[in-house]
């Protein structure tokens, strides 16, 4: 991987990390800034979120900082300049689900333009 490349996939896990934070997910400005004009969601309840409607959950106050999500197994990829995939696990009050996002680099930076969940079981090591 190039020294480009990793700052890219590097970009995204910071990027992905901090829409994890439970200060940046109560504030939509904050989480604004970082989902793509055309961010859609397929949520591990099977439910289709686009960035408006993702805006009314991260905002809810449903990740509190006192039982934060907890992130494991996290690998990043250039699918094309300017796009990272990222896989990861993440653990939050007992349910655990593999996570997939993609990334791409917009004039304002790096930002999520889709996002998957599927749930997994809670010894799922894959």
Known sequence: ???ENDRAVQ???DGELR????KVRASPALVSAL???????????????DAETILTVTSSGAV???APVEV???SGEVLAPGVVHLTYFSDHQGR????SSLWRLTETGWRMYFHQGTPAAADDGV
């Open 64 to 66: 509190s900082p006192e």
């Open 1 to 3: 991987m190039t020294d």
């Open 35 to 49: 989902l793509d004009p055309e961010f859609t969601e397929i949520g591990a309840s099977g439910r289709w979120w």
């Open 11 to 13: 970009a995204a896990v």
């Open 72 to 74: 494991s197994r996290m």
């Open 96 to 99: 655990r689900v593999w996570r």
């Open 19 to 22: 829409l994890l934070d439970p």
